[in-house]
Structures are given as structure tokens and as C-alpha cells.
């Protein structure tokens, strides 16, 4: 039987699906598929020889994955949002590109221990809600990494605009917050619908990352972006 906390914690998750399956995010990501790598994807990749298993956590509809498969690496893309995989799938088939796309449902990944070189995470840490279940599911990439398995991931941070949490707690919230009774300090929604988001200060984030099976090699801010490679810890 699911508690309440748990019932709070899937409506979340829901939420952000809702948003994702949305015809306007669609057509967005189906645009983004041209923009291919951007540079520091590019840079990660590139210490992987060509055929190695990569996955992209969050690949909406395959801009990434299509980008590297075209490469020579092995590539699985997986996603929340049903309507997005579908879409991956589709626009695969009409370059003719070999990707492998699935559709999953958190906080288990599809996959056997260390099926993986290296992994991305583009903006979808901040849609797991509560800390514990964004470390867990880092233990969860962890454990589909090789031993020595890196990760990549791009967040958005709030430290080039706010100095606390306080003022992100705007009318958009209090709209949609009142019906959550689990919300953690940075959790919010997206502007103008009720699908959550968390926001996050840098040092908040690396805290997780403390908490988590890996370790930070190396990051480096851009504007509201934080850019962080990630090791597997060899204890794990």
C-alpha cells in the first residue's frame, strides 16, 4: 500500500510527465534534435572510444542520442514521457539511425548492473522530488555505470540571480503548492502549471553529489548553468 508520502511523490513525478507529453514541449524538442552536441557534451564523449554503451537519462525526443549514434557509440535514450520516446523513435526511423529509445518509470532504471560507460542528465535532476530520492537515484545511475563509469550533468543554479531560496516562492507557487504536503526548501513549479521543478544554489547541489556513489572530477558555471562531471566511486 502506497503511504501518502509516496501518493505525493508520484503526483509530482506525473506532473512533470504531464508536462513533458505537452504538443508544445513536442515540437520544441523536436527542434532541438538539430542543434546536435553542444561543446562540452562533445568534449565528454570524446574520451570514450567510438562503440561504447552510452545512456542519456532524460532524452526527450533523441537530440542527443541521434547526435551521438551518428558518432559510433552505442546509444539508449530513456524518458518519462511516453509521447516523447514515441517521438524519438519516430524521428530515429527517418534518419535511419540506430538508437535504442525506452520509455521507463522511476526510481529503477531497465537495466543489468554495469551496463553502461558513461551517462548524461541534462535539467532532469531537478524534476525527482525530495533529496533522498534524487541521491537514490544517483546510487540507481551508479549502479548501471562500469566500475570507473563517469556522468555527465548540466543543471540549471540560481546563483546568478538569487541569493536565497525566498524569492522563487512567488505567486506560481503558492497556486500550486498548497496541495503538497512533502515540498522541500527549492521545490517549485514551472511558471504558469502545475508540473514541479526543484531549484537549486550550486553548493546545494555538490552536497547531494557528497552524499551520492560519485565523485566530482570537474564543474564549471555559465550564466544559470552548472556543468558537472562525475565519477563513479571504486567503492561501489
Keep these: 500500500m502506497k503511504t501518502k508520502n509516496s501518493q505525493e511523490t508520484q503526483r509530482l513525478l506525473d506532473s512533470v510527465k504531464e508536462n513533458y507529453n505537452q504538443s508544445d514541449e513536442l515540437d520544441r524538442r523536436k527542434k532541438e ?15 570514450f572510444p567510438a562503440g561504447s554503451c552510452l545512456l542519456d537519462i532524460g532524452c526527450a525526443s533523441g537530440r542527443l542520442c541521434l547526435a551521438l549514434a551518428q558518432q559510433g557509440y552505442t546509444v539508449t535514450g530513456i524518458d518519462v514521457a511516453e509521447k516523447q520516446i514515441a517521438q524519438a523513435k ?29 551517462a548524461f542528465m541534462g535539467n532532469v535532476y531537478c524534476y525527482i522530488p525530495h533529496s533522498a530520492a534524487r541521491i537514490a537515484f544517483l546510487k540507481e545511475v551508479a549502479r548501471v555505470l ?25 505567486d506560481n507557487y503558492h497556486q500550486f503548492a498548497s496541495d503538497y504536503k512533502t515540498l522541500e ?6 511558471s504558469g502549471a502545475p508540473a514541479y521543478v526543484h531549484h537549486f544554489f550550486a553548493a546545494d547541489l555538490k552536497a547531494e553529489f ?3 556513489p560519485f565523485q566530482l572530477l570537474d564543474s564549471s558555471e555559465k550564466g544559470d548553468t552548472i556543468t558537472c562531471v562525475l565519477q563513479k566511486r571504486e567503492s561501489i
Design 146 to 170: 562500469y566500475p570507473d563509469g563517469q556522468l555527465l550533468l548540466f543543471q540549471s543554479i540560481l546563483d546568478a540571480i538569487f541569493d536565497n531560496y525566498k524569492p522563487i516562492y512567488d
Design 210 to 212: 557528497d552524499e551520492s
Design 33 to 47: 534534435v538539430e542543434y546536435g552536441l553542444a561543446k562540452s557534451e562533445q568534449a565528454f564523449v570524446e574520451e
Design 185 to 190: 526548501e527549492g521545490d517549485n513549479f514551472c
Design 90 to 118: 519516430q524521428i530515429a526511423a527517418e534518419k535511419d539511425i540506430d538508437v535504442t529509445f525506452l520509455h521507463y518509470e522511476p526510481p529503477t532504471l531497465p537495466f543489468p548492473d554495469a551496463s553502461f560507460t558513461a
